[in-house]
C-alpha cells in the first residue's frame, strides 16, 4: 500500500478499517477451511452447523463494521461472503435431504436478490442453486419438472465450463432417472459423456428404463461397454478414494449388468459367478464404510446415535427417517429397488463372513451357499430382472 500516485483516493482509508477488514478475511477463511475439513469427513450435519454459525458471525459484524464497509466500498464483497455460506448451507441440505430447508434458503436468499456481476463465485454457483432448488420443490411433489428439465438443458449449453457442471449434471440426470423421464435423463448423461467421458450415468439410465418396461431401449453392445465403463470408474474412484457414493452404486449396477447378459447372452457358470462377486465387492465396501448412514453417507459422530437394520444388522442409519426414505427405492442414486432387496444379502453375507472368521468348515459352506442364492434371488426377483431374463 501507499504507492505514489495509483490509488490516492485510498489514502482516505485509515489504518484501522483496514485492520479490521483483514480480520474478517481471516476469520471467513477459518470458517471455509473448518467446514471444508468436516465435509470431507462427511460430517454433513456438522458441517451445516458451522455454516450457520459463520452466517451468524457475519450478520452480526455486519452491523459492527457498516461504517468501515461502506468507507472502503466493500458492501457487495461483505453480502457475497454470507450468501456463499448460505449457497454452501443449501447444497448440504439437499444431500441430507432437508427438501424444506433447501426451499426456505432460496426463497429468503435468492429468489428475489439481484446478483451483483462483481459477485463472481456467487454468479457461477446460481445455476446450481436454481437446479437444488428445482429438485427440492419436486422432491416435495411441488413445482414443475419442465422447469427443471429446461434449466438444465440451459445450464448445461451456456458454456459453463467448472466442476460444477459435471455435478450438476449427474445430479439432474440421476433425478429424472428416478422420476422416469429417461428421455431428459438420456439426453443430459450424453452430455456428460460429450463434456467429461463420464458414460456411467448414461448407463444406469439405460438399464433401469429397460428394467421398467422398455425392451427396445437397451442398445445392442450394453453389457460389453458395461464392463469397459466400470473399469474406467474403478481407476477413477481408486484414485479420489470416493468409495462411499458413486463406486458403490456403480458396481450393484455392474452387478446387475453382468447378470443380465448371463441370462441373455452367455449362459455359463463363469459370467454368474462373475455377479456374484460383485455383490460380494459390494458388500465388503458397505461394511467398510459401517459408520455411514446408508441413506445420507454421513458419517456417524458419537453425540448422533446410530441405528442399526434390525433385519441385517449391517446398514447403518442416522436416523429412523433416513431408514424409511430408502427401504423401497434408494431415491438418491436413482435405482430402482431399496435396502428392502438388499437386506437379506446382507444378513446372509454377514453370517457367511462371520462363521469364515471364526473357521467353523462346515458351517462356512453351509452359509456360502445360502449367500449365493440370496445373491441370485436378489439380481433376478429383486433387482427386477426377472421378468426381462426368463421371458427368452
Ligand atoms: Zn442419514
Ligand atoms: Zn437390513
Not at 458395461?226 to 474403478?234: A, E, G, L, R, W
Not at 433416513?322 to 446382507?346: I, N, S, Y
Amino acid at each position: 500500500m501507499g504507492k505514489k500516485g495509483k490509488r490516492s483516493r485510498r489514502k482516505t482509508i485509515n489504518a484501522a478499517d483496514r485492520a479490521s477488514i483483514v480480520a474478517v478475511q481471516t476469520k471467513i477463511k477459518e470458517f471455509n477451511e473448518k467446514f471444508s475439513k468436516s465435509l470431507s469427513l462427511q460430517l454433513d450435519s456438522q458441517a451445516a452447523n458451522e455454516l450457520r454459525e459463520g452466517i451468524k458471525w457475519i450478520e452480526a459484524k455486519k452491523l459492527e463494521l457498516s461504517d468501515t464497509l461502506l468507507r472502503m466500498k466493500l458492501q457487495t464483497w461483505f453480502v457475497e461472503n454470507k450468501l456463499i455460506f448460505y449457497a454452501n448451507l443449501m447444497g448440504l441440505e439437499l444431500s441430507r435431504r432437508n427438501f424444506d430447508g433447501v426451499i426456505q434458503i432460496y426463497k429468503e436468499h435468492f429468489e428475489r436478490c439481484n446478483i451483483d456481476v462483481k459477485m463472481k463465485n456467487l454468479l457461477c454457483a446460481f445455476p446450481t442453486l436454481q437446479l437444488n432448488y428445482h429438485e427440492a420443490l419436486l422432491r416435495q411433489g411441488k413445482g414443475s419438472i419442465d422447469t427443471f428439465i429446461s434449466l438444465s438443458k440451459l445450464h448445461s449449453t451456456n458454456g459453463r465450463q467448472e466442476n460444477g457442471l459435471k455435478t450438476d449434471l449427474r445430479r439432474s440426470a440421476d433425478f429424472l432417472r428416478t422420476i422416469k423421464h429417461f428421455d431428459a435423463a438420456i439426453a443430459l448423461g450424453k452430455q456428460l459423456e460429450a463434456l467429461t467421458g463420464d458414460r456411467l450415468s448414461l448407463a444406469t439410465t439405460y438399464l433401469d428404463q429397460y428394467i421398467v418396461g422398455d425392451e427396445e431401449s437397451l442398445p445392442t453392445d450394453f453389457a460389453s461397454n458395461m464392463t469397459q465403463v466400470m473399469q474406467k470408474h474403478k481407476t477413477e474412484s481408486n484414485e479420489t478414494e470416493d468409495f462411499t457414493t458413486s463406486y458403490t452404486v456403480s458396481i450393484l449396477l455392474l452387478a446387475q449388468s453382468t447378470y443380465l447378459s448371463h441370462q441373455l447372452n452367455d449362459n455359463t457358470e463363469v459370467v454368474m459367478r462373475k455377479a456374484i462377486g460383485f455383490i460380494e465387492e459390494y458388500l465388503d465396501l458397505i461394511l467398510r464404510a459401517e459408520t455411514h448412514c446408508s441413506t445420507c453417507k454421513q458419517t456417524g459422530t458419537e453425540s448422533e446415535v446410530q441405528f442399526v437394520c434390525s433385519g441385517c444388522r449391517v446398514a447403518c442409519y442416522c436416523s429412523i427417517d433416513h431408514q424409511r426414505m430408502t427401504w423401497k427405492k434408494d431415491a438418491e442414486t436413482g435405482m430402482r429397488f431399496g435396502h428392502e432387496v438388499l437386506c437379506p444379502v446382507m444378513k446372509a453375507y454377514r453370517k457367511w463372513r462371520h462363521a469364515n472368521d471364526n473357521g467353523d468348515n462346515e458351517r462356512v459352506s453351509r452359509l456360502r451357499r445360502r449367500f449365493e442364492r440370496e445373491c441370485l434371488y436378489c439380481l433376478s426377483d429383486g433387482m427386477g430382472l426377472k421378468d426381462k431374463c426368463f421371458k427368452k
